[in-house]
């Protein structure tokens, strides 16, 4: 199974444990003011090792975790095609160069930092990485036709995620507890509900079932 290939979306793999450890020391080096945007493309529309149903449920459990939600689904996804090597594996391919090159940005930034120029390119950048996680939540979106939970239920969640953390400014563990708790509870209930049996038609006659009832 070839790496990327765009006949098995979803299903292609890491082949090796260096593999695993350069595609996520690339993503690492590519996520300036937010790694959600990278990540996606990157495990998503590039290597194809998640479909985008599978990121959206892994990345929400990573944000429930504890620890930075990046590095919580790169121990989840390094686990599941190479256990506890892969895992480490993955970590260590997020945090080596970046680490490395943070300690040189700091000893730099140390002697700019007070730089007029410097704190504008810096809210600019930020400007730019709140756009870029904006425009990965909008191209998830089509995911959340095979949820469980109604249309109306879903954006009502979504909506209600924005207030709470925009306007309210609620802290994100009690958004989690309510909001998600809310969406979980629901989709259980949901799911729990027995389907209606569906009667099959006689393969030996062609032909449908006959009514039960009264018959004239």
Known sequence: MKDG????LGRSRPLSLSQLFWAFTWLSLQGFG??????????????RWLSREEFVEEWAVAQVLPGAN?????????DRYFGWRGGLTALAGLLC?????????AVVFAGVSD???VQGALRGMSAVAAGMIAAVGLKLLP?????????LMQYGVIA?????????????IWVLLLLGGLGALWAYRLLARPRPAQTKPD??????????????
């Open 5 to 8: 290939d765009l006949a098995l």
């Open 143 to 151: 995911s959340l036709k095979t949820n469980v939970l109604p249309a």
């Open 70 to 78: 990046v590095v919580n689904l790169s121990l989840m996804l390094g």
């Open 34 to 47: 937010g790694v959600l945007a990278v990540v996606q493309r990157e495990l998503v529309d590039k290597r």
């Open 115 to 117: 730089l007029p120029q």
């Open 160 to 172: 209600l995620t924005f207030v709470a953390i925009a306007v309210l400014r609620m802290r994100l």
């Open 203 to 216: 393969p030996d006659s062609g032909s449908e079932p006959a009514k039960t009832g009264d018959t004239a």
């Open 97 to 105: 160069f970046p680490l490395l090159i943070v300690l040189v940005v």
